[in-house]
Nanobody, 124 residues
Framework: QVHVVESGGGSVQAGGSLRLSCEASEYIYNKACLAWFRQAPGKEREGVAGIDSDGATSYADSVKGRFTISQDNAKNTLYLQMNSLKPEDTAMYYC??????????????????WGQGTQVTVSS
């Protein structure tokens, strides 16, 4: 069974930090690319960060240097550490999986498996 389940969202002031978690089913973990996307009200869903099965990572320019994607293989869990948060980071954050070989967080169509999302709100 394929599933990804997010947790860890919340409210924080600008400059603060949050860590999101995504538990992935064993079937997909270490076989698929995993990524974080986000969608703010009235905006399209966009890729934030991704990691492939070899551990290579990719980040959106808007979060480079502030966000870090990582994984705990023993727990089948993906993380997104978010530091120096800004109000414009406010969005619903989604975990997604793609069984393709090439990591590409710019093409949302590639990503076939999605979690339910977790809300992140950053106040100024």
């Amino acid at each position: 069974q394929v599933h990804v389940v997010e947790s860890g969202g919340g409210s924080v002031q600008a400059g603060g930090s949050l860590r999101l978690s995504c538990e992935a089913s064993e079937y997909i973990y270490n076989k698929a690319c995993l990524a974080w996307f986000r969608q703010a009200p009235g905006k399209e869903r966009e890729g934030v960060a991704g990691i492939d099965s070899d551990g290579a990572t990719s980040y959106a320019d808007s979060v480079k240097g502030r966000f870090t994607i990582s994984q705990d293989n023993a727990k089948n869990t993906l993380y997104l550490q978010m530091n120096s948060l800004k109000p414009e980071d406010t969005a619903m954050y989604y975990c997604a999986a793609d069984f393709g070989r090439r990591l590409d967080i710019t093409n949302i169509i590639l990503w076939g498996y999605w979690g339910q999302g977790t809300q992140v709100t950053v106040s100024s």
